[in-house]
C-alpha cells in the first residue's frame, strides 16, 4: 500500500502521529512552502525564514532516515503555491493508496483537509495531534456546562494528568500557583543573560537570500538571523535557559526595560510550536532543574503553566468556538489599526520600543504584548480582526490557534469574558511600575491632561467611561469603577475632552 503523508510547517516532529502510522518503506512524505500562506498575512520575514529553513532541515532529516520526501520550494518554477493544489498534484503523481494527515493546528487547514477529503477518490486518515497533553475532545468534555472556562482550573487538571510538579494529588510547595511572585521590574544593577544565538548555516542563508529577494517590502529586518532551525538546536536552547535565565525567569518575568528584549525569558515557544521541542519534554527537564535544587519554584511553576496550562487552555478555547470565535468584537471596537505597528513612528517610548524589538526580532516577551501594545489596542478600542492579524504577521511563535484566543480573549476582551475575567486595562501607572520605558518618554506618566499627558491615562478613563454598561458589574472591576465614580463632572469631561485629543492624534499620525 502506497500512502502520500502531508507535513505543514508546524508538524516538523519526528514522532508526529501521521509518520508514526505511516510505512516509511511505501511512503512519500510532501512538504511545501506556498506563497498562499506566505500572503495570508503581511508576515515577518524573519518568520518566514525560521519557517522556511526548518522546513528544509527537517526534509534533510529525514531523508537521511530514510524517507522519501517530496520537497516543493517557493522559488520551483511549477509551484502552484497552494495547498490544495499541491497536494492534488502529489495524489496524481504518487498515486497512493492512501492520504496521511496529522490533525493541523488552524481552523483553516483543516477545511482544507474536509475539501480535499470530498473531492480525491482516495481515503484520508487523519491522526490526533499527540504533541499535547489534551486532545479535544477532553477539552470539550472539560467545559461541558461551565459558564466561565478558568484556566487555573484547566492548568490543574494538566497538572494532575502529567504528574509534574505533583505530590501524589498535592501540588509541590503546596500552592497551585505562584504568579503573584513573579511581578518584580528589573532592577538597575541586576545583570542579564547574553541572547542564544545560532549561527546560520547554508541552507538558513540560501533561505534569507531567498526571502530578502521574493518580500522586499515586508515587515522586518532580515539583520542577525540566530534562531535555531533544528530539534538538535532547539534542545540546545532548552538547556541555555534551564542554566543561565530560568533561576531568575520567575520573579523578572513581567518586567519590562528599554534596549533589552530577552531578559530572562526562554524564547522557546517558536519551536515548541512548530514541533522543534517536545512541549512535556521542555516541563520536565524545567522540573528537574528545580528537584535538583538549580531552580526555585515560582520560575519552575510559571514555564509550566505557560506550556501545559495556558498553551494548552488557548489551544482548547481555539478548537472550541471557531470559526465564530474570529469575528468576536463584544466591546464595539471599530477603530483602524495605527500607522505605527507598523512603522514604530510614535512618541510613546514604551510603544516605540515593542514595535522596534518585534521588528527587529520577531518576538517580544509577553507582558509587553499584553500590556503595551495589546493594552493600547484595548483602550484606544482598535479593531480586534486587524489587531489580530498584526500579531499573527509579526511574531515568529504565533499560529492561528495560539495566537488568536491570547488577541481577542486575552488581550482585547473582545470574546466578553470567555477566556479573561477581566480586561487587562491599564494606565501609564503599571508600565511605569514594571519598566523604565516612562524614564525616557516625551510623554509623562503621571500626568492625564495636557500636551505632555501620557496618552495611556486618558485613554483608560475614557475605556471605564464609554464600556461602563458592558463592564460595571464586573466583580474584579469594583475598584477601577469606583476610582472613576470619584470624579466630578468637571473632571470626567477635562478626561473625555483629553481621550478625543489622543485619538485625533491618533488618526493623524502625531501621537
Keep these: 500500500m502506497t500512502e502520500l503523508v502531508v507535513v505543514f510547517a508546524d508538524q516538523l516532529s519526528h514522532n508526529l502521529s501521521s509518520l508514526a502510522n505511516a510505512d516509511k518503506g ?12 506566505a500572503d ?4 515577518h520575514r524573519k518568520k518566514l525564514v525560521f519557517l522556511f529553513s526548518a522546513m528544509r532541515h527537517f526534509a534533510d532529516e529525514l531523508k537521511e532516515a530514510g524517507w522519501k520526501v517530496r520537497y516543493v520550494k517557493l522559488t520551483d518554477s511549477d509551484n502552484t503555491n497552494n495547498f490544495s493544489e499541491e497536494i492534488t498534484s502529489a495524489v496524481i503523481d504518487v498515486t497512493p493508496d492512501r492520504l496521511l494527515f ?3 493546528g488552524e481552523w483553516r487547514v483543516e477545511q482544507i483537509i474536509r475539501q480535499l477529503r470530498e473531492q480525491l477518490d482516495i481515503p484520508v486518515s487523519m491522526f490526533r495531534d499527540t504533541r499535547f497533553v489534551a486532545t479535544k475532545q477532553q477539552f470539550r468534555d472539560w467545559a461541558k456546562g461551565r459558564k466561565e472556562l478558568r484556566m487555573e482550573y484547566f492548568y490543574r487538571e494538566m497538572r494532575r494528568s502529567t504528574g509534574l510538579l505533583m505530590d501524589g494529588d498535592k501540588p509541590k510547595g503546596g500552592k497551585w500557583n505562584y504568579d503573584q511572585e513573579n511581578r518584580s521590574p528589573i532592577k538597575s544593577d541586576q545583570k542579564l543573560p547574553n541572547r542564544h544565538f545560532v ?4 541552507t538558513t542563508l540560501d533561505v534569507l537570500e531567498m526571502v530578502s529577494e521574493k518580500f522586499p517590502d515586508r515587515f522586518g529586518s532580515l539583520d542577525s538571523f540566530g534562531y535555531g532551525v533544528t530539534a538538535k538546536s532547539a534542545e540546545a536552547a532548552l538547556d541555555e535557559f534551564i542554566k543561565t535565565r530560568l533561576p531568575d525567569f520567575g520573579t523578572y518575568q513581567d518586567a519590562m526595560i528599554t534596549g533589552q528584549t530577552f531578559l530572562f525569558h526562554s524564547v522557546l515557544a517558536l519551536y515548541i ?10 516541563c520536565k527537564a524545567v522540573e528537574k532543574a528545580y528537584l535538583a535544587g538549580n531552580a526555585p519554584i515560582n520560575a519552575v511553576e510559571g514555564f509550566i503553566r505557560q506550556i501545559i496550562g495556558w498553551r494548552e487552555y488557548v489551544r482548547g478555547v481555539y478548537w472550541l468556538k471557531m470559526p465564530d470565535y474570529l469575528d468576536q468584537n463584544s466591546l464595539d471596537a471599530k477603530e483602524d489599526l495605527p500607522d505605527f505597528y507598523w512603522s514604530g513612528k510614535t512618541k510613546m517610548n514604551c510603544v516605540r520600543e515593542v514595535i522596534e524589538q518585534t521588528k527587529e526580532h520577531a518576538y517580544s516577551h509577553h507582558i509587553q504584548r499584553l500590556m503595551i501594545t495589546g493594552n493600547f489596542a484595548l483602550l484606544a478600542g482598535i479593531d480586534p480582526r486587524q489587531v489580530h492579524e498584526w500579531y499573527l504577521a509579526v511574531y515568529a511563535d504565533a499560529f492561528e490557534w495560539v495566537e488568536l484566543p491570547n488577541t481577542l480573549g486575552m488581550a482585547l476582551f473582545a470574546d466578553g469574558g470567555l477566556l ?7 494606565s501609564a501607572n503599571y508600565i511605569n511600575k514594571m519598566s523604565n520605558f516612562c524614564k525616557s518618554c516625551h510623554y509623562d506618566p503621571k500626568e492625564k491632561l495636557g500636551e505632555r499627558a501620557c496618552p495611556f491615562n486618558a485613554l483608560y478613563w475614557d475605556f471605564l467611561d464609554r464600556n461602563e454598561k458592558r463592564l460595571g458589574k464586573n466583580p474584579r472591576m469594583g475598584m477601577m469603577y469606583k476610582n472613576l465614580q470619584r470624579m466630578d463632572d468637571k473632571a470626567l469631561d477635562d478626561v473625555r475632552s483629553q481621550a478625543q485629543q489622543v485619538k485625533q492624534k491618533l488618526k493623524s499620525g502625531t501621537l
Excluded: F, I, R
Aim: glycine share 2%; hydrophobic share 40%.
Design 102 to 104: 496529522t490533525e493541523p
Design 273 to 282: 510550536n512548530v514541533g522543534l521541542l517536545d512541549p512535556l519534554k521542555a
Design 199 to 202: 549561527e546560520p548555516d547554508d
Design 26 to 37: 511505501k511512503a512519500t512524505v510532501l512538504m511545501m512552502e506556498v506563497q498562499d500562506e
Design 40 to 43: 495570508q498575512v503581511w508576515h
Design 420 to 426: 479573561a475575567s477581566k480586561p487587562y486595562a491599564a
